[in-house]
């Protein structure tokens, strides 16, 4: 499926949905809580006692490889008074400690130990598990739901099919980086599956790619941005955006993924991993310039996304008319947003 031009004109997304207490409770509900958000490499749970631990627009959840070599997902929340029980990231560890009130958890997510609860009445451990999170992996990706909506396969639509041809078991992950804005999730992602903020927010970049055969289509679960790369330029010229907030670019030899995750309706974090096909010590500074040149592109992105957040929490801005040659992107993500939340 293929989005077309419209044949009207299709109008940006009312500025106070992206700003509104009320839209940013039911995005939780209805498009974070029900969707497959990416976690990580698999990698990075390979061996027992692995954890990897995230947190979903502020749910914290994690993903752990058990001693009888089942991954298993589970709410990062202690069952007695809700502290956090791993810090985000990845680690190794037995048991599973509360660093509150030292309740321990085995790795099948049993309560194996309430210290000093005492016994009038006693707790009985099989009342008080860890609560499940689904997870699924998709070539080499760890992904995690807390309620899904459907199976990982769904949700990616034609993705498979895109990336068929792309080697992405040969890749290794090899950095990670999270950067931080005080802007709106979507006011980014509107960012990201367009390219005609380029010639004025990436000079570099522009001069990098011939820009005239920039290219956006929407599919099935996916929009897809190409443009002929120049000599130098670290990107192969595609770049991916997928429902509901997760990319993914090819480089030379390599790929990075992200995860827009919203922490309020005024803030975002986006979480990076970049994959290499070349881990040796020759190709540090190849990698180092992939990594570094990604970083820097979207720092441009995040000034202008934190400018034209504050017009939208202002009331200084009506919405504003769509490009059909350049963002149908936009166009796309703006109609699912509007489906899910049902405005």
């Not at 631990?53 to 490889?65: E, K, L, W, Y």
């Not at 810090?87 to 997510?109: E, M, N, R």
């Not at 290499?276 to 720092?299: P, Q």
């Given at each position: 499926?293929?989005?077309?031009?419209?044949?009207?004109?299709?109008?940006?997304?009312?500025?106070?949905?992206?700003?509104?207490?009320?839209?940013?409770?039911?995005?939780?509900?209805?498009?974070?809580?029900?969707?497959?958000?990416?976690?990580?490499?698999?990698?990075?749970?390979?061996?027992?006692?692995?954890?990897?631990?995230?947190?979903?627009?502020?749910?914290?959840?994690?993903?752990?490889?058990?001693?009888?070599?089942?991954?298993?997902?589970?709410?990062?929340?202690?069952?007695?008074?809700?502290?956090?029980?791993?810090?985000?990231?990845?680690?190794?560890?037995?048991?599973?400690?509360?660093?509150?009130?030292?309740?321990?958890?085995?790795?099948?997510?049993?309560?194996?130990?309430?210290?000093?609860?005492?016994?009038?009445?006693?707790?009985?451990?099989?009342?008080?598990?860890?609560?499940?999170?689904?997870?699924?992996?998709?070539?080499?990706?760890?992904?995690?739901?807390?309620?899904?909506?459907?199976?990982?396969?769904?949700?990616?639509?034609?993705?498979?099919?895109?990336?068929?041809?792309?080697?992405?078991?040969?890749?290794?992950?090899?950095?990670?980086?999270?950067?931080?804005?005080?802007?709106?999730?979507?006011?980014?992602?509107?960012?990201?599956?367009?390219?005609?903020?380029?010639?004025?927010?990436?000079?570099?970049?522009?001069?990098?790619?011939?820009?005239?055969?920039?290219?956006?289509?929407?599919?099935?679960?996916?929009?897809?941005?190409?443009?002929?790369?120049?000599?130098?330029?670290?990107?192969?010229?595609?770049?991916?955006?997928?429902?509901?907030?997760?990319?993914?670019?090819?480089?030379?030899?390599?790929?990075?993924?992200?995860?827009?995750?919203?922490?309020?309706?005024?803030?975002?974090?986006?979480?990076?991993?970049?994959?290499?096909?070349?881990?040796?010590?020759?190709?540090?500074?190849?990698?180092?310039?992939?990594?570094?040149?990604?970083?820097?592109?979207?720092?441009?992105?995040?000034?202008?996304?934190?400018?034209t957040h504050r017009n939208y929490a202002a009331g200084a801005y009506t919405s504003g008319p769509l490009s059909g040659r350049h963002e149908k992107g936009v166009q796309y993500f703006q109609e699912r947003i509007a489906a899910a939340l049902g405005v």
């Amino acid at each position: 499926m293929t989005l077309d031009t419209p044949s009207v004109q299709y109008l940006n997304l009312d500025p106070s949905l992206y700003v509104r207490e009320d839209i940013w409770r039911e995005e939780r509900r209805r498009i974070f809580g029900r969707t497959w958000q990416f976690m990580g490499p698999v990698s990075a749970v390979a061996e027992a006692g692995q954890y990897l631990a995230i947190d979903i627009a502020c749910i914290p959840v994690f993903a752990i490889r058990g001693r009888d070599g089942v991954l298993r997902g589970f709410r990062n929340v202690c069952r007695h008074r809700g502290a956090k029980l791993l810090a985000d990231g990845t680690g190794q560890c037995g048991l599973i400690v509360c660093p509150y009130h030292k309740w321990s958890f085995a790795d099948t997510g049993r309560l194996v130990q309430a210290p000093w609860y005492g016994k009038d009445p006693a707790i009985i451990p099989e009342d008080w598990p860890l609560q499940d999170v689904a997870l699924a992996e998709w070539r080499g990706l760890l992904f995690a739901a807390l309620d899904p909506a459907m199976p990982l396969l769904d949700q990616l639509g034609d993705l498979p099919g895109e990336l068929a041809d792309e080697p992405m078991e040969c890749y290794t992950a090899t950095d990670s980086a999270t950067v931080s804005f005080d802007a709106n999730w979507k006011v980014y992602t509107d960012n990201f599956v367009e390219g005609y903020h380029i010639p004025g927010t990436h000079p570099s970049f522009y001069a990098a790619i011939d820009f005239e055969a920039f290219e956006t289509t929407a599919h099935r679960g996916y929009v897809r941005m190409t443009a002929p790369p120049r000599d130098g330029l670290f990107y192969r010229g595609k770049w991916l955006w997928m429902w509901p907030n997760w990319t993914l670019s090819l480089f030379d030899g390599g790929m990075n993924v992200s995860r827009i995750n919203p922490t309020s309706p005024h803030h975002t974090d986006q979480h990076y991993h970049f994959f290499f096909a070349d881990t040796s010590e020759a190709a540090t500074e190849a990698r180092a310039k992939s990594v570094n040149g990604t970083l820097a592109v979207v720092r441009e992105d995040y000034q202008v996304c934190v400018e034209t957040h504050r017009n939208y929490a202002a009331g200084a801005y009506t919405s504003g008319p769509l490009s059909g040659r350049h963002e149908k992107g936009v166009q796309y993500f703006q109609e699912r947003i509007a489906a899910a939340l049902g405005v």
